[in-house]
């Protein structure tokens, strides 16, 4: 592969920042301290990383101003060289898929459909009736998309997305595989021992700029919508229920399961493998620790966990037999304070 | 959308109950008591409502008798308004897709296989040797079903569902996108540092009236069948595992991971995002709470939970700290009591 | 079902152990021992199965040496029924799929994809550019692998699933429908209350012989690759996520997820829907048990447990209530003792 390469002061004028040391140096890619090589930029963004530093073969580093002495590399020297990297990286590797516009023949289109003409479609995908895909779109092989749904510009469905009828998708959506979007919720209601179905009638909602990993699920309303706020970005298999909103930059770990109605604020960050029960309010700026249970709401930004600690399994076995009994406990030390105040 | 509209007296004709106010007056929807519309059917099943009934918009509202006096708008009185709007709303809006019979031109039909006329078989469906759909199934694009399976009639497959082969499936099924039906179970042997796997030569039986959310799957059986009860409602990203047995009408949430060989007595309810183990023996009538891990079997009905609590991640620190050591606790206790008891 | 039927003597002129009892005995198929019939072979590894013995209709019986004279029946003796099954179960039901080598008609070939002439590859699959496919794979319905990416010989990949650009895939594999391989990681920056896209250029790399089940996801790499060892089993909805690495080996069970950059050993068991923080090392020959969140590394062999032990939900709301304050009641506990202390 022929790389295209910029020299490193042609990334600060794009990018800021300084350089110091060879501003002519030319890099073509972006790599981690220990496996960079000949051509390749590289960055220290955390302490941990620094004794990788005199043994990085990288042609170039980005690094914070208290660090720049730590090397004789050239370097760029900037506020923030995660984010500096990640913008780099971004110019370097564009996400975008390069494929050409227009329809496969093997794409199935409903009637009244609306492709924009500088969108692709790929092979096998359908199209339901009165479905709109906007300019620039990427729909990637085997993607089902129902009747009347809408498709932002500039977004990417990768192979086998399936969205529902009657939902409304924002620009610059990243949609990864296997996902599917505006499913029925899980609405049942109990009769003589059975369960009805209750018809789920609302639609799925979701911004622009938000991003959804593979095979995550997204249920549609049960009378309203459910609602994915800007720039939300989701992790792989997290299941969303029906009328959740989750507000706008806030970030999901995956497997993570969000019950019905549940109202997530702005900002948040929740940890991986973690369980959000239903009709629960959450405030903006909350962090929930990864495998964490959230049994209510939650009013006020901080960070909340709730793991129970692992050990040997036979240090555990002796434990979690105690866990059984604290309420126990907690009265016998009650009444052992109270033996020890009456012979004072 | 010209939708059919309805008086309410043609309502309870239909579903039973009786009109409090103008009978005459026309619906076409259901809809929340927030976001209801002129021409809109509401209800009111559950008291924290109740504020909300002043400022509704709805046409007319379903509720219990002793709540009949609360509003002025025309009513249906009826004993129990969550069934009661689950079937009207189940009238409006009718959960089959509207498809017309046939076999798209894309599809790919095994040798053998058997296709009622009164069938759906959308774009780009794979269908296996000697499968055989039933009378008025929907099978949406991209579905993929193996040799030898039956769908009994008049069952829905949404886009992208897999069924492998030899699977026997009910009648009225509703399967949701990505949901995969008879792949293979989690067999292996371990033989000198390495896994043999053990073919998984079981079936799935699955029951009437299933409904089976997206992403979900349930593992063939190993020697003998995975069977999931008639009335069974699974929820998304739900993993049944080889050989499990759930019976009639339980109802399971989201995410739940349910282990080989366990069995799930009827009319159980199982919170999403919670776990049971292998081999497990579940009663008739249990509720599990979200998020919790069933270790042994339960006997007896009733509500079973095991979650820890959440807290700040501050807190959480210094009390998870001591579930390390909660037997040493508990034998301070004891000696503490020995102690006093010496002493008096 | 014509079978194909095998004298007892042929089987362990094939698999070692001996025969005792009838040598001449035909079986064609495997069974346990409930649910055999006459043809069919079972076995009794596992002692509480003995009570089944004096029933069985199986044809013949896999037994250890110590168990030999507990049946009547024509019998194999062997050190392992388990394995011995497990062998003789997969002689006699091959694990795969038979169908005929070549391209079907509606797949879609990228430029310069490579398929080796004995492959197979269904309906409606897609092929990036420069694909290569090797000898013997089988890829079923409806997949669609990336540009680039590499798939070992004698592989199978079952209908719908989807490996992304830039994979390397071992031989052997056995990929069950609705994985998704090469994803982007979860890999974003913030910078003034957005998140920036860290662009994944990692691949994936995938060993010999692994087994992936049902709607497992695995995370390409960020800059580095994620890494999966020979042999390594993953049942259904695992999610592995960008830069993991699982050593040889290693079997992990349903509905686990494992965050970035987290390194497994060789030969570990890690049981269902247990988590595994990012950065976290595991050492060789660990096992975890199901529902476990692991927040630091494990440097020794052995087995490792946290669950919150399930009870009734009454006694659990109780004993729940008192961990909120466990480093109080501690605290208390140790002032009892001092009081004692002090008044002896």
């Known amino acids: 592969m022929n790389r295209p390469q910029y020299q490193l002061n042609a990334i600060v004028a794009k990018f800021g920042g300084h350089v110091v040391g060879e501003g002519v140096a030319f890099i073509n890619q972006v790599a981690t301290l220990e496996k960079a090589q000949a051509g390749q930029l590289t960055f220290l963004a955390n302490n941990r990383y620094r004794a990788q530093l005199a043994a990085t073969r990288a042609t170039a580093i980005i690094v914070r101003s208290e660090d720049a002495e730590l090397t004789s590399l050239p370097r760029i020297v900037c506020r923030d060289p995660y984010v500096y990297f990640a913008k780099v990286s971004a110019f370097l590797n564009p996400t975008k898929p390069i494929v050409s516009a227009g329809i496969h023949a093997s794409a199935v289109i409903g009637e009244g459909a609306h492709i924009d003409p500088t969108a692709h479609i790929g092979p096998h995908v359908t199209l339901g009736a009165d479905a709109k895909i906007g300019a620039g779109c990427v729909v990637m092989a085997g993607c089902s998309i129902g009747a009347d749904t809408v498709l932002g510009a500039d977004s990417i469905l990768y192979p086998r997305v399936v969205v529902y009828h009657n939902c409304v998708l924002g620009q610059r959506l990243i949609v990864h595989s296997g996902v599917v979007i505006g499913a029925d919720g899980f609405g049942i209601a109990p009769e003589a021992g059975r369960w009805l179905k209750i018809p789920q009638i609302g639609r799925v909602i979701i911004g622009d700029d938000v991003e959804i990993g593979a095979n995550t699920t997204i249920d549609r309303g049960a009378l309203d919508d459910t609602i994915i706020g800007n720039g939300v970005k989701l992790d792989n298999q997290i299941q969303i229920g029906h009328n959740v909103r989750i507000g706008e930059h806030t970030a999901i770990a995956a497997c993570t399961g969000i019950a019905g109605s549940a109202i997530i604020g702005s900002h948040c960050r929740i940890g991986g493998c973690s369980g959000i029960l239903g009709h629960i309010q959450i405030a903006d700026h909350v962090e929930i620790s990864s495998f964490t249970m959230i049994g209510k709401s939650i009013r006020e930004a901080g960070t909340y966990t709730g793991i ?19 309420a126990e406990l907690a009265e016998q030390v009650k009444m052992l304070q109270q033996a020890i105040l009456k012979k004072e």
Chains 1, 2, 3 share one sequence.
Do not use: C, D
């Open 308 to 326: 129970f600690p692992f050990s040997s399994a036979q240090t555990w076995r002796k434990n979690a037999a105690q866990v059984r009994h604290l």
